[in-house]
Structures are given as C-alpha cells and as structure tokens.
C-alpha cells in the first residue's frame, strides 16, 4: 500500500514497486488508508507521515492494535519528531524526501525479507514435492511451475514454515493478510484455491474449530 496526498509522487514510485512484482493499492489521506487496509489488507504500507484527515504516525498507532503490518514512513527532514515518534510505535523503517524510488524499492525488499525470515541466498522451502521460493515468489510441484495470486502463495509460506504445527485462522489472516480484521472463512476460500491447483501434494488437515496444520507426508 503507497499512501501520499501528493499524486504525482505515487506516480513516480508506483512503476518502480510494479516492476518489482508488487500490486500496488493507493490511498491519500489517513482513514482512506486504513479503511483501505482494512478491507483489503496488504504485505507493506509506505506511508508519508503528512496526510490529512489524521497523519502517518496515527495510522501506525490504529494498525499496530491489531496487525504487525511491516510500515516505511516517508517523513520530511525537519520531521525528525515524528520520525522517532513512528519508530516507537512500530513502524519499521523511514525514508527521507526527497529519495531515490529505486532506494525506496530496495528498502521494500530489505524490509519484506526480514518479515518473511528467509534471507535473499535462500534455496527456499521443500515440503514434499512442493519447492516454494519465498523471495521469487514462486512455487513448483514435481517441477511444474504453479502460478498463485499473492494471497494464495502467502498463505502457503505461512502454513509451509510452521510444518507440522497447527495454526489458527488468526494467525493466518495476520501472516497472510497482515490484519485479523476479515472473516476467518477468507482463509478457508483461498486454501480451497490452493487445494484446486496444487492437488494432492498440499497435504494440509484441518482441525475444527482450531486451524490447518500442514504435513510434509
């Protein structure tokens, strides 16, 4: 999520985070952006910290209540405040204006690595037949190239690095989605989306009124 009142800066940055992979969803004022979030969620928020309506440090303070939503601050130089401010909340990381979109890019990717917990040189995660490469964001099945939409390889990863656990819906609405704001039944629709196209190599059980556990056999 890009959240900036200033349109032509979202223009600028937008291509750079689109050619990258990324879906971007925009918003220019603080209760857009988190009525947007919470309706729709998102992986990273880069948000200025001027906005109207209420700034960037009041967002971070209303999604840290219930989402580790990994959040870069875009702040001014003399915003030092607010800055610290933003930090102590949560939020991740800030950049300075002006900046360089493709630094801001790079930062993005630091950041979505850390979250993951997978570093860039990683070979991935194997379970099974499944070979899952987090940061590529691509998944193969007995050497078949699967295309996943962002929510269904999300709930993968966190279902494939807790192997063997069982897992909540919460948890997976807030791994997955980065909020627990939607109903549980969503991770029931994406993971029958993931059954139809992984087929019998996603060896996935679920526990009534607990959760999914995922199993390599």
Known sequence: MLVDDEEPLRELVRPYLEAEGFEVIEASSGPSALELFNSQGAELA??????????????????????????????????????????????????????????????????LRRSIGISPCSNGITVGDIEIRPVARRVWVA???????????????????????VVSRTELLRDAWNTTFLAEKTVDVHLASLRRKLGTSLKVTALRGVGYRMEAE
């Open 46 to 111: 880069i948000v200025d910290v001027m906005l109207p309506g209420f700034d960037g440090i009041e967002f971070v303070r209303r999604v840290r209540r219930s989402s580790d939503l990994p959040v870069i601050l875009l702040t001014a130089r003399r915003e030092e405040g607010e800055r610290v401010a933003g930090l102590r909340l949560g939020a991740d990381d800030y950049v300075t204006k002006p900046f360089s979109a493709p630094e801001l890019v790079a930062r993005v990717l630091a950041l």
């Open 143 to 165: 050497d078949r190239e699967i295309e996943l939409t962002r929510r269904e390889f999300d709930l993968l990863v966190a279902l494939a690095t807790r192997l063997g656990r």
